[in-house]
T-cell receptor
Framework: KAGVTQTPRYLIKTRGQQVTLSCSPI?????VSWYQQTPGQGLQFLFE???????NKGNFPGRFSGRQFSNSRSEMNVSTLELGDSALYLC???FGVGYEQYFGPGTRLTVT | LAKTTQPISMDSYEGQEVNITCSHN???????ITWYQQFPSQGPRFIIQ???TKVTNEVASLFIPADRKSSTLSLPRVSLSDTAVYYC?????????????FGSGTRLQVQP
């Protein structure tokens, strides 16, 4: 069974721009979560979707948004990028909310 | 949600058994306990999940005492490749109530 895929793997953007990251979950998984990982803050939860509905949300500003499609694929968007948004963005899928999560390789975003 | 406490770091040698304990004094009746492993610049990898007593898979064992206020991840005969950060999370299934933060984890260093 194919694992979680994330695109793109690497991205360089300029301050003020916006970015969209994509995640394809494992087949049959209906829950997708997004995390931001930085050396200083560790692994921080952004949001979780299940059946196209946001089930949980972390403590991030409104510039960070996400959505899930009917095929469980998910996207997250960051608008008005700031230097501090440079991070590894990880997507994880699971059978359902609260079940074990399987992570993708991540998207490395660099904001200059 | 139950707060988890783990040792910040542990050292071991190849071939030894390593036990990492996680304290979760306020665990709720429906909470599951899940452990993840993370290597640098990669997403966490699911290791094992349990509810009570003992769970074993091809990678590790998870021991949960009757009061469920703690759990111990046991890695048999570790190798250098087991050097990683290990996270313990607790949370419910199928509801929005689950652990959203990975905390600081336990950094395991395996020496030759």
């Amino acid at each position: 069974k194919a694992g979680v895929t994330q695109t793109p793997r690497y991205l360089i953007k300029t301050r003020g721009q916006q970015v969209t990251l994509s995640c394809s979950p494992i087949s049959g998984h209906r829950s997708v979560s997004w995390y931001q990982q930085t050396p200083g803050q560790g692994l921080q939860f952004l949001f979780e979707y299940f059946s196209e509905t946001q089930r949980n949300k972390g403590n991030f500003p409104g510039r960070f948004s996400g959505r899930q499609f009917s095929n469980s694929r998910s996207e997250m968007n960051v608008s008005t990028l700031e230097l501090g948004d440079s991070a590894l963005y990880l997507c994880a899928s699971s059978f359902g909310v609260g079940y074990e999560q399987y992570f993708g390789p991540g998207t490395r975003l660099t904001v200059t | 949600l139950a707060k988890t406490t783990q040792p910040i770091s542990m050292d071991s040698y190849e071939g030894q058994e390593v036990n990492i304990t996680c304290s979760h004094n306020n665990i709720a009746t429906n909470d599951y306990i899940t452990w993840y492993q993370q290597f640098p610049s990669q997403g966490p990898r699911f290791i094992i999940q349990g509810y009570k007593t003992k769970v074993t898979n091809e990678v590790a064992s998870l021991f949960i005492p009757a009061d469920r206020k703690s759990s111990t991840l046991s890695l048999p005969r570790v190798s250098l490749s087991d050097t990683a950060v290990y996270y313990c999370l607790v949370g419910e299934r199928d509801t929005g109530r689950r652990a959203l933060t990975f905390g600081s984890g336990t950094r395991l260093q395996v020496q030759p």
